[in-house]
Every structure is written in structure tokens, then in C-alpha cells.
């Protein structure tokens, strides 16, 4: 393995899945425009350059019905969201801040 390969602290993983069958989908739900808000705030906040932080859109995570979702590693923890204030909690509080966001886990 290279020395100087780099790897990312913390990986969020987000859900874009979109259902065509009228069964829940976290698509439906905003997944789009988050994904899209939480890929330019890490950024902005030089979490992706330093390394921290890597964003990549997920197909089904299986919590449909608790969706929309995200999942964060190493953690493992599960978070739902409504707005971007909600994605902006989660990047301050658990990816700067090291701390759960209990208002949000699922
Ligand atoms: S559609 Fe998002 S978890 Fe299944």
C-alpha cells in the first residue's frame, strides 16, 4: 500500500434511490437536493481536501420508511433529515463535532 494514499476519516453515505412502483423512496423525499447541499457545504468547510469526509450517494439502505436517510461510517450511525438545517446539524455536530445528533438518528 502507498504512503501516501489517502483515505477518508468519515464516509456518509446518502440514499438516492428512486421508486417507480409508488412505494417509498428517499428520492421522493429530497434526497436530490440534499445530497447536492451536503456535498457543497463539506466542501466549503474543506472537509473533503483535509481528508475527513467523503459524501457518496448510496442506492437503497433498507429504512425506507424511516427515510430519507443517511448512514455515516466508521460509526455506524443512522440519521433522517428534513431540511438543511437538519444536514447542517449533522455536519457540524457529528462529523466536526464527534457528536450523535439524537434529534435526527434513526
Ligand atoms: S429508498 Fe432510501 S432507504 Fe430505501
Not at 15 to 34: I, L, S, T, V
Not at 49 to 70: F, M
Not at 79 to 105: A, C, F, P, Q, S
Request: with cysteine; proline share 2%; net charge negative.
Amino acid at each position: 500500500m502507498s504512503e501516501d494514499k489517502q483515505f477518508f476519516g468519515q464516509h456518509l453515505f446518502i440514499c438516492m434511490n428512486q421508486r417507480d412502483d409508488g412505494r417509498e423512496c428517499c428520492a421522493e423525499r429530497g434526497a436530490h437536493a440534499a445530497q447536492k447541499h451536503l456535498k457543497a457545504r463539506v466542501k466549503e468547510l474543506g472537509l473533503s481536501r483535509s481528508g475527513e469526509v467523503r459524501v457518496n450517494q448510496a442506492g437503497c439502505l433498507g429504512r425506507c420508511e424511516e427515510g430519507p436517510v443517511i448512514v455515516i461510517y466508521p460509526q455506524g450511525t443512522w440519521y433522517t433529515y428534513v431540511d438543511n438545517e437538519d444536514l447542517d446539524e449533522i455536519i457540524d455536530v457529528h462529523l466536526v463535532g464527534g457528536k450523535v445528533v439524537d434529534r435526527l438518528k434513526i
